[in-house]
């Protein structure tokens, strides 16, 4: 166990699913069970490293202190200056974790888990592809949340949209190359404008030190030091490199009005796909603020704060007040998505270190509910053969315990005392009020009031159209919708269903309605999380403090200077109520 330093658990930890679709792909004619059970072996080893890595980040003393932890760094594309001059530059393969990634990075080794577990018995078509996809967007994601490297991560970035454009465009249902198209070009786009963003950063650090480094801890040191201009002289320089990090973290996050490419990539995806997306790549744009654009733009992210937290409050109630309206139950929870991103969108720009902290936690909270709730709408499609809420009713008696899960992860969902979504949605509405009354500009004070309360009622709205789904689709009146009662083409909308009423009910005899082992196996891990985080949440938000009040510090302060200098002549500040932790400590 000496041997294996921290550094080279991280790399096995990554490569292992790259090595698991190359041995689903390799063992791909032993047959469909051989197959998917070397997927689920990977992704199980895959977790298993993946948690072993984080309790030996708890442990270590990095953790303490919020420093990286498992970092490695190899040369890639380095250049030496010519002659001894400047213009030398150095992209490595800088990997490592720290409080920031940590959380996120044992989240998309668990989903992935989930997601092969979800297509046990859904995906019997092209298997070996789809499984190896998998895999490859496994690694994706977590090398995203491992990359220390800025072109390192943006590898990362791009690369988990492949995977995913081929899972929706191929095992999608009956609008999947629609779904597909839309969801890359938007993404893609987003991604090439914050590329030209990212690298503005690196050419106005090499200006002040001759050397073209892309590691993202000096770039971040670099511009603390020698920030890109905020001034009319200089043409806002730094707002319009926020502005393009913010078109690529938008669309990925996705924030109003840049969401449209969402619902219809979710309804069309395989179940798989909606897992990963709803409880990872959604997380990779809010992450992208946490490591970029608040560290090293901190002028311009004040400056552009109250209207991403109107943003985000537009986001609760349209995403709620459209998933009301919805009669699909896909897409319902698709919306849903949208609203509950806005609370973490109006915690992280509220620049409050209690409302930052719940933000972040709740990026973890709404991976959890948002995947289960995927998971869960893809077993009853895969039973039932229709999403509409209108032609489903009364699966509690048929499915007991499938209705129990659902209701978990729906009260997970709209924040019940004593689930994880209560203590994120808690700090973040705490954090948003707080600044609202001891710290928002003079001029805004009461705007930002107004916004507090609207993102209550889009609590109240979240409960309204969730229980509502629940008591039609689960507790309403016994409903069987034609050719109900079979499993195996939830993710196959393209293929044909044709079995007839007989076929139907011997399929059912022979596969209960009720949750299958695959599929215990699947969400029991979500479930005992959802719980864990609601009932001790100090164990997952102390880790990531530290890192995140660093990483905020700079644009906290630059909006406490624009409070200052828009308070009344003689206004005493009061500093200590904004910077405040969780522990009461500043």
Request: glycine share 10%.
């Amino acid at each position: 166990m000496n041997g294996f330093s921290p550094s080279t658990h991280l790399i096995v930890t990554l490569a292992c699913p790259l090595l698991g679709a190359v041995v689903a792909w390799v063992i791909g004619s032993r047959g469909l069970s051989a197959i998917r059970q070397s997927a689920v072996v990977t992704t199980l080893v895959t977790l298993v490293l993946a948690g072993w890595l984080v309790m030996r980040y708890l442990a270590s003393p990095e953790a303490a202190v919020g420093e990286p932890y498992a970092v490695a760094s190899f040369p890639w594309l380095v250049s030496s200056p010519v002659d001894g001059g400047a213009g030398g530059f150095d992209i490595r393969l800088s990997l490592g974790l720290d409080g920031l990634s940590l959380w996120l990075f044992g989240l998309s080794a668990l989903l992935s888990l989930t997601a092969v577990l979800v297509s046990w018995e859904a995906v019997k078509d092209r298997a070996i592809g789809f499984y190896s996809l998998l895999l490859v967007l496994e690694s994706a994601m977590l090398g995203v949340f491992a990359a220390r490297d800025l072109i390192l991560f943006y590898v990362f970035f791009e690369f988990t949209l492949v995977p995913l454009f081929f899972l929706i465009g191929i095992w999608g249902h009956d609008d999947r190359r629609r779904a597909a198209a839309k969801f890359f070009v938007y993404t893609l786009a987003g991604s090439v404008l914050a590329f030209l963003g990212l690298l503005t950063i690196v050419l106005w650090n090499a200006s002040h030190t001759g050397s073209l480094s892309f590691d993202i801890a000096t770039l971040t040191a670099g511009l603390a030091a020698h920030p890109i201009p905020m001034t009319a002289e200089s043409g806002w320089l730094q707002m319009w490199v926020f502005l393009a990090l913010l078109a690529g973290f938008a669309i990925k996050v996705p924030i109003f009005p840049f969401h449209t490419w969402l619902p219809l990539a979710h309804v069309e995806a395989p179940t798989a796909g909606s897992v990963d997306l709803a409880g990872v790549m959604l997380k990779i744009g809010m992450y992208g603020f946490l490591r970029f654009s608040l560290p090293m733009l901190p002028e311009a992210s004040a400056a552009a704060a109250p209207w991403l937290v109107a943003l985000g409050v537009v986001g609760i109630l349209y995403g709620a007040l459209v998933a009301l309206a919805q009669t699909d139950l896909k897409r319902l929870v698709a919306y849903s998505s949208v609203s509950h991103m806005g609370y973490c969108v109006m915690g992280l720009f509220a620049l409050e270190p209690v409302a930052i902290e719940g933000a972040n936690l709740q990026l973890i909270n709404h991976g959890l509910s948002s995947a289960g709730l995927f998971a869960l709408v893809g077993m009853i499609y895969e039973r039932f053969h229709t999403r509409s809420i209108a032609n489903l009713g009364g699966i509690a008696s048929k499915a007991p315990w499938l209705a129990v899960l659902f209701m978990i992860f729906t009260f997970s969902s709209i924040g019940l005392p004593g689930l994880n979504g209560f203590v994120g949605e808690f700090l973040i509405l705490a954090g948003t009020f707080q600044r609202a009354w001891a710290g928002a500009p003079a001029s805004i004070a009461a705007a930002y009031l107004a916004m507090a309360i609207l993102a209550v009622l889009g609590v109240v709205l979240g409960a309204w159209y969730m229980l509502s789904a629940v008591e039609r689709v689960l507790f309403g009146p016994s409903r069987e919708p034609p050719g109900h009662g079979s499993r195996g083409h939830g993710d196959h909308g393209h293929a044909p269903h044709g079995h007839d009423h007989h076929a139907g009910q011997h399929a059912a005899a022979k596969h209960p309605l009720d949750l299958a082992w695959f599929e215990w196996a699947a969400l029991l891990p979500l479930v005992i999380f959802v719980f864990w985080i609601g009932l001790a949440p100090g164990t997952f938000l102390r880790p990531a403090a530290s890192a995140v009040r660093d990483a905020t510090l700079a644009s906290r302060d630059a909006f406490a200077t624009r409070v200052a200098a828009d308070s009344p002549a003689g206004a005493v500040a009061k500093p200590d109520a904004r910077e405040v932790t969780l522990e009461g400590k500043p």
